[in-house]
């Protein structure tokens, strides 16, 4: 059962923000949001992760709303590199367990 | 620091052979997850395990498919009399024990794609 959705694609002009929605109606308060990506069959990187406030690193912010029932990636300049697929995964907070992937949305950056 | 290591990176095999693939965690943890992701599909959980036990195997098939993770040494997916089907890249991620701080990230390997003829 997912506990996803995600557009499965989109389209980004080079030099401009990404913004990739998810939508987690169900999620419990002990669950953590988290973002990986695909590159061309690559392993999967991990981009940020957040449990209510928003998260900035190095390579993307993450912005949960208040209710905690949709997220949105935001890759502030996308590159021709940043092509892949990313996906949006929530994760309960009990221990080491797995993550559990959808189909996530593909993203081509356009030069 | 290296990250989670994966070999072999491609690996063929003819039907009714054994493959074995091999994953060395991150310097530092203890927990491996074996992930299968077959051609144009999503990435797929198998097994997960901690140093002598395996923890979740829902999604390992029920025949031919085995997982270690022994005292000393990387974690083996092995593959026994693989068929075509077996084709597919074969991901290991790693992570560390949890801590009292929340999340915890799995950092994954560069896979190994099995090809079998």
Known sequence: ?111 | NAGVMQNPRHLVRRRGQEARLRCSPMKGHSHVYWYRQLPEEGLKFMVYLQKENIIDESGMPKERFSAEFPKEGPSILRIQQVVRGDSAAYFCASSPMKGSSGANVLTFGAGSRLTVL
């Open chain 1, 1 to 111: 059962d997912a506990k996803t959705t995600q557009p499965p694609s989109m389209d980004c002009a080079e030099g401009r923000a990404a913004n990739l929605p998810c939508n987690h109606s169900t999620i419990s308060g002990n669950e953590y949001v988290y973002w990986y990506r695909q590159i061309h069959s690559q392993g999967p990187q991990y981009i940020i992760h957040g449990l209510k406030n928003n998260e900035t690193n190095e390579m993307a912010s993450l912005i949960i709303t208040e209710d905690r029932k949709s997220s949105t990636l935001i890759l502030p300049h996308a590159t021709l590199r940043d092509t892949a697929v990313y996906y949006c995964i929530v994760r309960e907070d009990f221990g080491n367990e797995k993550l559990t992937f959808g189909t996530g949305t593909r993203l081509t950056i356009i030069p």
